[in-house]
């Protein structure tokens, strides 16, 4: 709760309060309105009335009306921007703060769960500040103020729409007693025939092949049966709830007539006409009582999804960040990488992800990371521009500790390749030249190059648009290895010092490959760079490899050092070279 | 429309007595609701007479026990009426998903490859639900709705014709104002649901690329555009949310009004001495009655827009064209020696453009096919072709010498076991992954293939063993995932075998033992290979090399390298020699 209030600005604080009186106001206007309505009826009563007066009642009556109708919508206007405000300055709080997490933060909440988080959260609670706001002043202040008035007369009455609001609660009660558990199963079974569809269809031609269609049909079935079973239990439970109602409040009328008629025989002389129009007034009250006690309740069944999203987001806002950021801008040397003992594992993980690694990589050196899945690569990679922290010893670029860089003036000085190619919507040239590399605005010769380099050119003059060509989100209008050319190029055209490339050319066939890493050693010539990757041939040039198994380094030299005395590295070789290449 | 609206209709025939039982009871239900304010009014006109003299009582308590009833048993038919409604449409929907699901397999595999999973899923379930809720909120009440109009319009001129005319004008007058500001409110619903899914779009884009954003410190421009988006959304936002409230205020001033017109004309006749007092709370009755309708009839048109979408684009799927039907065929294979031939097999995806060029050649059984090509060669439709997954354009694939294409489908899958790249693996124990749909598999066949792949001690070290339920908790790694795929091939035990080897995701230590366990996998089985290792390749009986698609170069090792085409292309330029 203390988020949301702090979302909430001094405007809006003025503006509830504004609502408040507005609300205020309507209810008033909207109990006078009834009273009207008895006057209307005692003078059609009196014998021997004229028509002005009635003509006047309903004058005010319709002032009245109008004035409800007035308050209700400035009301409206006020709720709708203390909504709309607040679920906006959520949003941007939380985007502001998932921008600030390193991977360690991002890992933990998985980027799906912050995506829901930072939209449909953030629209849930706008949705509840919206109707609850209104519904949470009014309905209670109504209520009560009706009852005043209805006790105000005579006390039948009043036991009987209380006897009737206390029904319509049970009644909604009981209902949603029913109902709210099996909406959280529903929810299972939902997310349960969700998955059994998605996996029929990645698995189309396994089960072709094993002629399961049956068997996978079979499956389906009993959860398509069990989903509607859930489906017809809330749906015939709230079949019954809209009748009742209804029922119910006619009943109310109904009720409320029949007593007033005893209230007026046992009555005598001019009571009997008070009574009879307190009667309509009292009626009208009463619906009043029993229809802001629906809009309670209904309110209510919001409040359980709302004050989850609301816990789903302060989570996200109460995380601390895990990397402080520092102030150096310029280092001691040039180009150059040192991992001194770095040794990193997640907090509470029992083991290390990387134990004591060391190793340098001067200006202009190609140094290579080679290994199985889950070895740490990656990890390695991304403690450089400081996605992770070393847990002990120092990684430094340029001769200085990272974590005393400025982490923009630290991430300056390189470019990382991811191991899946992200691209953004846009066009092809707002991909390449994406970010700000503190050198300035990069031209469109530094793009063309760049492309020509990562051999993106050919495939991008084909493109309708050339540079200007469209990208689709995720970039899924182009092919994988094009995708990866146009990540690389990205990297190349902020020209850095230091190149990361994270598995990155994997969907390259090996002679594009080839080429592209040529192309890039000619161009980039001091560069240093370091490559992770899982086929020999990207590496066996490489001026040192590092082979890491589980987390350590187990072999640091070159090709055929490694080849003569590392044998985790043998292994791999002989996996993908033929014995000739061997030796 | 029409056509999406007719096919539903065909739908509910099978409930059309149920469906008539719920129009009756929505009706009566309705009926008993409009009678009830008459007796109301009586109850008044009684109550009135007692203002001036005695009292009827009984007469009071008789009108308000017979309307009472009247209201229970408009709550009774109401309910029921819910009820079956209820049913109908989740009954409904049962059988759409159900359809859908048997659809998926009768489609050709060509249908998946221009339709995304993500859309034929929302088929499944967004699509059925929307039209689900909008059977089951719209057609009972535009039912009731219209009696209700009806039967109060009615009521209405049978009381009085001068007061009714009164109440009707103010209604109708109300309510042509409400439609006319929610129709000028649309396009702010409109632009803020685009604005919204513009600006969801961005988060999705910027979070699922944050190594990016931030390695190439574009967290500012990212900020900003963000920023500015969400301002826009705010505009529109606010105005929407604000529009969206008007409603329930109008309609509230709109019945007042009629309440006031009602009240004055109703005053005017009384004071004429033309009608009863009792009329005039009849007719505040009437006007609500009337009004209500209006409003949910509004409300059910606009569930209805999306429902008719939503049928519409389930519809298109059902009505997808299907597999050819082989009732009448009559070859069948049971035992195979595994002799495969390709004759003058001509293929295309799309009728513009023929991939696969007159291709032949002989697989002997027992035989090891390696086929090779660079990533997007085309090396899966090799596949989809002996599977018949596709069925060819021209030429025939014929094992031991009967053409597949005489055989049926069913036949045809039984005859070969399948390991493929993406390991599939779904939600179930491990026996049911390993068994699947093979009939008959003892618990000693299970334990012996296991054991043969490597996998028995891992499933001994499961909570459960062999009933298992694997599932996201269980997390199992690529390699586990790729054996038990191939103990699945094991367990089938199918004479012929196509096998995707891609092991790039794996390290070398799964990959041996996975290697060892597609050697004996092979042994015996003439196979079809996607090879990956430079071993399998070369050991292969017969090379297919693919390139754009094409079987471009057939042969082995030796001779493909003798003849300097693609293949040694190929293989030299993997090797990156000092240059």
């Given at each position: 709760m203390k988020i949301v209030l702090q979302h909430v600005t001094k405007r809006d604080w003025l503006f509830l309060a504004i609502s408040f009186i507005f609300i205020i106001s309507q209810i008033w206007l909207d109990l006078k309105i009834p009273e009207f309505m008895s006057e209307i009826t005692r003078l059609i009563q009196?014998?021997?009335?004229?028509l002005q007066p009635v003509l006047t009642s309903g004058f005010y009556m319709l002032l009245c009306a109008l004035g409800s109708m007035a308050a209700a919508i400035f009301t409206g206007f006020f709720i709708a921007k203390i909504a709309v405000g607040v679920s906006m300055r959520l949003r941007a709080s939380i985007f502001d703060k998932t921008l600030d997490f390193s991977t360690a933060e991002l890992n933990k909440f998985s980027t799906a769960s912050l995506i829901t988080r930072c939209t449909n959260d953030v629209t849930q609670i706008q949705t509840l500040v919206a109707m609850g706001l209104q519904t949470f002043i009014k309905a209670p202040i109504l209520a009560v103020w009706a009852i005043t008035k209805i006790s105000s007369s005579a006390s039948a009455w009043t036991i009987t729409t209380a006897i009737t609001v206390v029904l319509i609660v049970i009644i909604l009660a009981s209902a949603i007693a029913v109902v709210y558990p099996k909406t959280i199963r529903l929810q299972k079974l939902t997310d349960q025939l969700n998955r059994i569809a998605r996996e029929h269809l990645m698995g189309l031609r396994v089960i072709r092949a094993y002629n399961a269609e049956n068997f996978q049909a079979e499956n389906f079935e009993e959860a398509n049966s069990e989903l509607t079973n859930t489906n017809l239990a809330i749906n015939r439970t709230m079949a019954f709830l809209t009748p009742v109602l209804t029922s119910v409040s006619s009943g109310l009328s109904l009720a409320i007539y029949a007593v007033g008629a005893f209230l007026i025989q046992d009555a005598v002389g001019p009571d009997k006409l008070n009574l009879f129009s307190d009667m309509i007034v009292m009626s009208s009250y009463a619906m009043q009582v029993v229809f802001s006690f629906i809009m309670l309740v209904f309110t209510f069944i919001m409040l359980p999804r709302a004050v989850v999203s609301l816990r789903r987001i302060t989570e996200v806002l109460t995380t601390p960040l895990s990397i402080p950021n520092g102030t150096k801008?310029?280092?001691?040397?040039?180009?150059t990488i040192e991992f001194d003992n770095v040794s990193f594992s997640y907090p509470d993980?029992?083991?290390?992800?990387?134990?004591?690694i060391s190793f340098s990589a001067k200006k202009g050196e190609t140094v290579a990371f080679i290994g199985?899945?889950?070895?740490?690569k990656t990890t390695l990679l991304q403690m450089i521009p400081r996605f992770y922290d070393a847990t002990t010893g120092s990684v430094r670029v340029d001769g200085v500790?990272?974590?005393?860089?400025d982490v923009h003036a630290l991430r300056n000085r390189m470019s990382y390749i991811t191991q899946k190619s992200i691209l953004f919507s846009g066009t092809i040239t707002d991909n390449i030249a994406y970010?700000?590399?503190?050198?300035?605005e990069i031209t469109a010769e530094a793009i063309k190059k760049a492309a020509e380099i990562s051999q993106a050119s050919d495939f991008i003059a084909q493109k309708?648009?050339?540079?200007?060509a469209h990208v689709a989100q995720g970039g899924s209008n182009f092919s994988g290895g094009q995708k990866q050319r146009l990540s690389i190029a990205r990297a190349v055209a902020r020209d850095p010092q230091i190149y990361l490339f994270?598995?990155?050319?994997?969907?390259?066939d090996y002679k594009t490959d080839k080429v592209l890493r040529h192309a890039l050693r000619d161009a980039a010539k001091d560069a240093t760079l370091l490559i992770v990757a899982q086929r020999i041939g990207t590496i066996r040039n490489a001026d040192k490899i590092i082979v890491l198994d589980d987390g350590k380094a187990v072999g640091i030299g070159t090709h055929s050092q490694l080849l003569a005395d590392c044998p985790v590295y043998r292994e791999i070789a002989q996996s993908q070279l033929s014995e000739e290449e061997l030796v | 429309m029409k056509a999406t609206l007719k096919q539903l209709f065909s739908y509910l025939r099978h409930y059309r007595i149920l469906l008539i039982i719920a129009i009756i009871l929505a009706s009566c239900s309705a009926i008993f609701a409009v009678i009830t304010p008459d007796f109301l009014s009586e109850i008044t006109t009684e109550i009135q007479i007692g203002l001036m003299g005695e009292m009827n009582t009984d007469a009071v308590l008789r009108l308000t026990f017979i309307a009472g009833l009247l209201v229970l048993g408009s709550m009774i038919f109401g309910f029921v009426q819910n009820f079956m409604m209820a049913t109908i449409s989740q009954r409904t929907s049962q059988r759409l998903r159900s359809e859908i699901n048997a659809k998926i397999d009768a489609m050709p595999l060509a249908y998946f490859d221009r339709t995304t999973y993500g859309e034929t899923l929302s088929r499944v379930t967004n699509d059925v639900d929307t039209l689900a809720t909008a059977l089951n909120s719209s057609i009972g009440p535009l039912i009731s709705s219209s009696i209700m109009i009806i039967g109060t319009l009615f009521m209405m001129f049978y009381t009085n014709w001068i007061m009714a005319i009164a109440g009707l004008s103010a209604t109708i007058l109300g309510f042509t104002l409400t439609m006319t500001i929610m129709k000028k409110s649309q396009p702010f619903f409109l632009s803020q649901q685009k604005e919204l899914g513009a600006l969801n779009g961005h988060i999705e884009e910027v979070f699922s690329g944050q190594t990016v954003v931030k390695a190439y410190n574009n967290e500012a421009g990212v900020r900003e555009y963000f920023h500015a988006k969400n301002t826009e959304l705010y505009n529109s936002g606010w105005k929407a949310q604000f529009l969206s409230g008007l409603m329930m205020p109008i309609m509230g001033f709109i019945s007042n009004f009629g309440y006031v017109v009602v009240c004055i004309t109703g005053a005017v006749l009384v004071l004429n001495g033309s009608i009863e007092i009792g009329v005039i709370v009849a007719f505040m009755l009437y006007v609500r009655l009337f009004m209500n309708p209006l409003g949910t009839i509004a409300q059910a048109f606009g569930a209805l827009q999306p429902a008719t979408a939503a049928g519409e684009r389930i519809f298109t799927l059902l009505n997808e064209e299907e597999l050819a039907?082989?009732?009448?065929?009559t070859a069948h294979l049971?035992?195979?020696?595994g002799d495969v031939t390709f004759t003058n097999v001509n293929f295309s995806?799309?009728?513009?453009?023929?991939?696969?060029?007159d291709f032949s050649a002989h697989v002997h059984a027992g035989q090891k096919v390696a086929i090779v090509g660079p990533t997007?060669?085309?090396?899966?439709t090799l596949v989809n072709l002996l599977m018949r997954f596709y069925e060819l354009n021209g030429g025939s694939i014929a094992i031991d010498g009967v053409p597949?294409?005489?055989?049926?489908r069913e036949n045809v899958h039984g005859l070969f076991g399948m390991v493929l790249q993406d390991t599939w693996v779904f939600e179930g124990t491990v026996r049911e992954n390993l068994?699947?749909?093979?009939?008959?598999?003892s618990d000693e066949q299970l334990k012996a293939v296991c054991k043969e792949v490597g996998l028995y001690h891992f499933i001994k070290t499961l909570?459960?063993?062999?009933d298992t339920v694997l599932d996201?908790?269980?997390?199992?790694?690529s390699g586990q995932k790729q054996l038990i795929t191939i103990a699945r091939a094991m367990i089938e035990n199918a004479p012929l075998l196509i096998l995707?080897?891609?092991?790039?995701?794996?390290d070398t230590r799964t990959e041996k033992i996975i290697q060892n366990a597609i050697d004996s996998l092979t042994t015996g089985r003439t196979s079809f290979v996607i090879a990956h290792r430079l071993s399998t390749i070369k050991n292969a009986d017969l090379i297919f090399v693919m390139k754009d698609g094409d079987i471009i170069e057939t042969g082995n090792h030796d001779e493909l390298i003798a003849a300097k085409g693609f293949y040694c292309d190929l293989y030299n330029s993997q090797f990156d020699q000092a240059d």
């Open positions: 009196t014998p021997g009335s004229e801008t310029v280092g001691t040397e040039s180009g993980a029992e083991e290390a992800v990387l134990e004591n199985a899945t889950g070895a740490g500790d990272v974590k005393e860089y970010g700000d590399n503190g050198q300035g309708e648009g050339q540079y200007d994270d598995d990155s050319f994997s969907a390259l | 039907n082989e009732t009448q065929k049971d035992t195979v020696q995806y799309t009728p513009e453009r023929t991939i696969i060029n997007g060669a085309g090396k899966t597949i294409a005489d055989l049926t068994v699947y749909a093979t009939p008959n598999v909570p459960h063993g062999f996201e908790k269980t997390a199992l790694s995707d080897e891609a092991t790039s995701s794996i």
